[in-house]
C-alpha cells in the first residue's frame, strides 16, 4: 500500500468536482480528482437536458437561488471565453390554462428577488407570433436561459485543471477516511491496489454517492448526513427538427419543472424530465410513460404526433426531500457545521448544479481559504 501527501483530495468527477478541481487548484494547491467511473462526469452531469438556468424558481435565500443567476451569467462569460459550445436561446414559462395564470406572476416576483434581469410577462399571442406551434393563454419569457454542451464544458475544466499539474485518477473507488494529525488519511482502491492518499483538505463531491462517502468518514457525526433520495427523470426524443427556437417549460410542480421541451445544439427536440421516484440506480426508460407524456405535452404543443415520441435517456438527481415533502436545496457543510477542519461535503447537488457550478467552486475554494 502507498501513501502520498497533497494539499486537496476531492470525491467525484462531476461538473461540480471538476468545478472545484481548477478553481482550487489555480491557487496553486496540488489536487487529486478520484472518480469511481473510467470518464468524467457519466452519472448525473451528463443526464440531464444540457440548459443553462437562470435562477427563476427558486426560494429566495436558498443556495439555489444565491448561486444560479450569478451562475447563469458566469457560466456565458465561460463558454464565450473557452469556446465552449452553447446557445442562448431564451424560454417561455406558459400557462396553458387560466387557473395557472396567476402562478406566472409568483414566479416573476421569485425571478426578480433571484437577480433574474429581462425577464417579462408576454401574451400567448406573443408566443405564438415567435413559436407559432405553442400553445398557451400567458407566459413568462426568459432572455438569461440557454443550452450548453455539457461534455465540452466539463472537459474544459478538466484542460484548465490539468494545467495546473492536476490529475483524476479513474476507476478509483474511495473507500474509507480518518483524521490524523490534521490531515484527513483517505483510503482509495483501483483495479490494482490499495492507496492511502493523506491531504490536508478533503471534499466529498460524489453526487448520488455523497451520503454513502460521508459515512464512510469516520470522523464525521452521522447526525450531519442527510438522506438521500432518488428522484429520475427520463426523457423522450423526437430526433426531429421542428423549427422550435426557444426552451419552453410548463409551470413547474412540486419536485421538478415540468415536462419542458428541450433543444440540444442541433435544435432537435426532446422532452422531460418527469419524476419517476426510484430506489435503485436504474437508467432504462420504460416506454410505458409515453402516454403521461403525450397527455403533458400536448397541453402546450397540441399539434405533436405521438409517433415521434421514442424513449431517450433518463438521469437521477439526489434530492434531500422526498416525494410531497416540498423543495429541495443544496446542502454544503464545512467546519462552522460538523466542527471537522478542512472537510467540505455537498449533498444534494442536483440542478442548477450545471449552471451554478463555477459560483460553486468559487464558494467552496473560498471556505477552505
Request: a neutral charge.
Amino acid at each position: 500500500m502507498s501513501q502520498n501527501f497533497i494539499d486537496a483530495l476531492i470525491i467525484g468527477g462531476g461538473v461540480i468536482g471538476l468545478a472545484i478541481a481548477k478553481t482550487i487548484s489555480q491557487k496553486g494547491m496540488q489536487v487529486i480528482v478520484v472518480e469511481n467511473e473510467d470518464t468524467i462526469g457519466s452519472i448525473t452531469s451528463s443526464r440531464n437536458s444540457g440548459v443553462i438556468h437562470a435562477g427563476v424558481y427558486y426560494d429566495s435565500g436558498s443556495l439555489k437561488a444565491r448561486f444560479c443567476a450569478d451562475g447563469n451569467r458566469k457560466l456565458y462569460e465561460y463558454c464565450n471565453k473557452f469556446n465552449v459550445p452553447h446557445l442562448n436561446t431564451g424560454k417561455f414559462i406558459v400557462a396553458t390554462t387560466e387557473n395557472e395564470i396567476p402562478i406566472l406572476d409568483s414566479i416573476h416576483i421569485k425571478a426578480k428577488d433571484n437577480g433574474v434581469t429581462g425577464i417579462e410577462r408576454v401574451s400567448g399571442q406573443f408566443v405564438k407570433n415567435k413559436e407559432p406551434l405553442i400553445k398557451c393563454e400567458e407566459a413568462l419569457y426568459v432572455p438569461s436561459s440557454g443550452i450548453v454542451d455539457q461534455g465540452s464544458l466539463m472537459r474544459s475544466y478538466l484542460g484548465e485543471f490539468e494545467d495546473q499539474s492536476g490529475n483524476v485518477a479513474f476507476k478509483s473507488k474511495f473507500i474509507k477516511s480518518n483524521f490524523k494529525n490534521d490531515n484527513h488519511v483517505s483510503t482509495i482502491r483501483n483495479a490494482s491496489e490499495e492507496i492511502t492518499i493523506e491531504s490536508r483538505i478533503l471534499i466529498n463531491a460524489a453526487g448520488l454517492r455523497a451520503e454513502q462517502v460521508a459515512k464512510n468518514i469516520d470522523v464525521l457525526d452521522k447526525k450531519y448526513i442527510p438522506k438521500t433520495f432518488f428522484a429520475k427523470g427520463n426523457y423522450f426524443e423526437t430526433g426531429k427538427d421542428l423549427k422550435i427556437r426557444h426552451l419552453i417549460y410548463p409551470i413547474p410542480n412540486e419536485a421538478s419543472l415540468g415536462l419542458h421541451l428541450g433543444l440540444d445544439l442541433g435544435m432537435q427536440v426532446r422532452f422531460g424530465p418527469d419524476v419517476e421516484w426510484v430506489e435503485e440506480l436504474n437508467y432504462d426508460v420504460n416506454n410505458d410513460r409515453l402516454e403521461a407524456f403525450y397527455n403533458d405535452i400536448k397541453k402546450y404543443l397540441p399539434s405533436i404526433d405521438k409517433s415521434i415520441l421514442r424513449a431517450g435517456y433518463s438521469g437521477i438527481r439526489p434530492k434531500l426531500k422526498n416525494k410531497g415533502e416540498g423543495k429541495s436545496d443544496f446542502n454544503i457543510q464545512d467546519e462552522t457545521v460538523h466542527g471537522i477542519k478542512n472537510l467540505i461535503n455537498l449533498f444534494g447537488m442536483e440542478s442548477p448544479g450545471l449552471t451554478s457550478s463555477l459560483v460553486i467552486g468559487d464558494f467552496v475554494s473560498d471556505l477552505i481559504a
